[in-house]
Nanobody, 116 residues
Framework: QVQLVESGGGLVQTGGSLRLSCAAS????????MRWFRQAPGKERELVAS???????NYADSVKGRFTISRDNAKNTAFLQMNSLKPEDTAVYYC??????????WGQGTQVTVSS
């Protein structure tokens, strides 16, 4: 079992920045990758960024160059630094822990709203 708690969402103007955090607890040693997804109203949940245990990162094309995913293994925390935010980034952002068994766990989600 893995528990995830997200924080850092909020309301920001276009061009602004936010930093999301995802604190993990439980079976930490079983976590392989940490991922951030988002879901906008009326749309499917989409993968935004991922980071492997070894630090390899991947990003959706829509956020490349603007978002940065990182993780602090000592603190069992993953981060998503979001810069140059756009209204189309408005969504509920979810943290996901992918275990070595390929089972995934989700956080409760945090709302990010970008005003134009």
């Amino acid at each position: 079992q893995v528990q995830l708690v997200e924080s850092g969402g909020g309301l920001v103007q276009t061009g602004g920045s936010l930093r999301l955090s995802c604190a993990a607890s439980g079976s930490i040693s079983s976590i392989n990758a940490m991922r951030w997804f988002r879901q906008a109203p009326g749309k499917e949940r989409e993968l935004v960024a991922s980071i492997s245990r070894g630090g390899t990162t991947n990003y959706a094309d829509s956020v490349k160059g603007r978002f940065t995913i990182s993780r602090d293994n000592a603190k069992n925390t993953a981060f998503l630094q979001m810069n140059s935010l756009k209204p189309e980034d408005t969504a509920v952002y979810y943290c996901n822990a992918l275990l070595v068994t390929l089972k995934g766990y989700w956080g409760q989600g945090t709302q990010v709203t970008v005003s134009s």
